[in-house]
């Protein structure tokens, strides 16, 4: 099983903070958040490959970075790809930066493990990849227990088997509290439908989308997260993740 961090992005709403640098290399309890995310995945047994994909700008320093940390933990292959873009006006979007480094690396005949480069998890994620791996196509869920703050995310319900039956983005009047998060898990024959979304014209960018499309195509399953999970898109959230993951021991 291989895996991608989605690391291209230009982050902004954080500027400056993030004008010279990507967001995903930001310092949280002392080390990138980037940093955090592959010592998570490294403690998946099975975990192959991590691909991070970036852009033009920061690809020379998530190289930098991945050299660094290699010497550290020779158990980790990586392979940081540069999407060729630029700005925010040429990116490829998360979706297409999915399509562009399953296409350019020939990752879609192995199942395949997805996750923000700005997502942090205080709990492994060694339990989401043993539920995902028995389904076709699996998205990590988290109850943010606030009608107001799902309003910023994709809202999801679930039947009793925990399968999505309706997924809308940023809800106006949302019917529960569960956000479908950037965390994905994704059989190699629903990888190969990445590219008829994209042909069809679909959004390019926010990976739920993709999420949204495919549960009225086939079967979407939930693996919900405990612990705590962070999305940092604000100063405030950078924040509040230095307080919590500095408390955590490495």
């Known amino acids: 099983m291989n895996a991608i961090i989605l690391a291209a992005g230009y982050a902004t709403r954080l500027y400056p903070l993030t ?11 002392g080390k990138p958040i980037v940093e955090w995310t592959v010592d998570n995945l490294a403690a998946i047994p099975d975990i192959g490959m991590i691909s991070i994909v970036t852009n033009d700008k920061f690809a020379s320093d998530f190289k930098a970075w991945a050299a660094s940390y290699e010497k550290w933990h020779s158990k980790c292959e990586f392979k940081i790809i ?14 297409g930066d999915i399509n562009f480094a399953v296409t ?18 205080t709990e492994s994620l060694r339990g989401f990849v043993e539920y995902a791996k028995k389904n076709e196509a699996t998205v990590a869920v988290y109850d943010v227990g606030d009608t107001e703050a799902i309003k910023k995310y994709g809202n999801i319900e679930i039947d009793a088997d925990g399968t999505i039956i309706r997924f809308e983005e940023k809800p ?22 990445l590219t008829t979304y994209l042909a069809a014209g679909n959004n390019p960018d926010q990976p739920g989308r993709f999420v949204q499309w495919l549960y009225t195509r086939k079967s979407v399953k939930t693996f919900q997260l405990d612990g705590q999970w ?12 230095d307080q919590i993951f500095s408390r955590i021991k490495t």
Request: no cysteine; hydrophobic share 40%.
């Open 19 to 29: 004008l010279n640098r990507a967001k995903p290399l930001l310092k949280v309890g």
């Open 82 to 95: 540069n999407d060729g873009s630029t700005s925010d006006e040429d990116k490829l979007g998360a979706i």
């Open 104 to 121: 350019r690396e020939n990752l879609a005949g192995d199942n395949l493990l997805i996750v923000a480069g700005d997502n942090l998890f």
């Open 172 to 193: 106006e009047k949302p019917r529960s509290t569960l956000a479908a998060i950037a965390l994905y898990y994704y059989s190699a024959e629903v990888l190969s439908l």
């Open 230 to 241: 962070l999305d940092i898109g604000s100063n405030e959230t950078l924040q509040k993740a």
